[in-house]
């Protein structure tokens, strides 16, 4: 089955919900348990572990787990020798064990885990570190879609219950007959660099990982481009103006906390500009030669699930890391540092 096969049998399953219905017990499935996602385990290649259905209910039944169609969204169809069936993504929590139970919750996924071929672990760090495109959009999805739908439950017009499709791609209003869609933000994410394209301007954000440094940042207003966007966050956050900025051919989903899309630019600005940061959003910004940020960069590739943070105070405003592969921000600075990114000027 060919690609435009494949979208118009999504979007069938995505309307028709007798159709999804009749398709579940066939289908297959990722799973997250109290938020955390069930991946591969002694791997380089963190992914996503696929179970059939029959499968996944012996083992959750075991522990005394249930899904169903109510917490579970539709994420791609997947081929098989004879058709396509759906791939889903299924969200349950589990609850925590009596009080003079002789073994933790935190055991019991653990064992769980096992019993389903992999571990269980954060959303972000896995976003960061899976290294498949594909991977890391599924799972984007697949968080947006259940936190969206978790939180519609109500028509924002009239306050009338909502009935939620079972793909998850919709819900309708059981009195006005609105329809509503899942949301997402519009982000920018800009790497500056200076004329030369010798050097680069590097930001860490309050509360992020020590020594750790990436690419400035912030959520699309109404009535903004894009680049006008990257322009004014660019001001607000380092307190600079640039003098040119290009939209890249890069854009990446991000699901935390709530659904957005980052699409990346570069931008050009001088370097004797005083930097002046905005303390309720960053620690530090400071420009960074070639050099520094590919050490940074060769830091970060040997230790992707950044173990060695730095934990003096001092230390935690060096440049030590950049974000993990699976992030744009590294995307970005890996091909300004590989001399890959240049930064022709487009005035705005």
Excluded at 20 to 46: A, H, I, N
């Amino acid at each position: 089955m060919g690609f435009v096969e494949k979208v118009r049998l999504l979007d069938y399953w995505k309307i028709q919900d007798s159709a999804l219905q009749s398709e579940f017990p066939r289908s297959r499935l990722v799973l997250m348990v109290d938020r955390r996602l069930l991946v591969t385990k002694d791997q380089p290649d963190v992914q996503m572990v696929e179970l059939s259905f029959d499968d996944l209910k012996q083992r959750l039944g075991e522990y005394g787990l249930q899904f169903d169609l109510s917490n579970s969204c539709l994420l791609d169809a997947l081929s098989t020798d004879v058709d396509m069936i759906p791939l889903f993504g299924t969200s349950i929590d589990a609850a925590d064990p009596p009080e003079d139970s002789p073994i933790s919750k935190k055991e019991v996924l653990k064992q769980l885990g096992n019993s389903l071929g992999g571990r269980f672990t954060d959303i972000r760090m896995a976003m960061l570190t899976m290294r498949e495109e594909r991977q890391r959009n599924l799972l984007a999805k697949f968080q947006s879609l259940t936190k969206w739908a978790s939180i519609y439950r109500r028509c924002p017009k009239c306050a009338a219950a909502l009935k939620m499709r079972s793909s998850k791609s919709g819900a309708e209003c059981v009195t006005c007959q609105r329809v509503y869609y899942p949301t997402f933000s519009p982000v920018s994410i800009t790497l500056i660099t200076d004329p030369t394209n010798e050097h680069a301007l590097l930001v860490r954000h309050r509360g992020s990982a020590g020594g750790v440094f990436t690419a400035v940042a912030g959520f699309a207003h109404s009535g903004e481009s894009m680049a006008e966007c990257a322009r004014r966050e660019i001001a607000e956050e380092v307190g600079i103006e640039v003098d040119s900025i290009r939209s890249l051919d890069m854009s990446q989903p991000w699901p935390m906390p709530d659904s957005s899309l980052m699409i990346a630019h570069v931008a050009v600005a001088k370097i004797d500009q005083k930097i002046s940061v905005c303390p309720d959003e960053l620690e530090t910004a400071q420009w960074f030669t070639r050099h520094q940020v590919k050490e940074a960069l060769t830091t970060t590739l040997a230790d992707p699930l950044l173990k060695n943070l730095p934990r003096t105070l001092d230390d935690r405003q060096t440049l030590h890391y950049i974000p993990p592969a699976g992030a744009i921000a590294h995307q970005m600075i890996r091909q300004w540092v590989d001399g890959k990114l240049e930064n022709h000027n487009s005035r705005i």
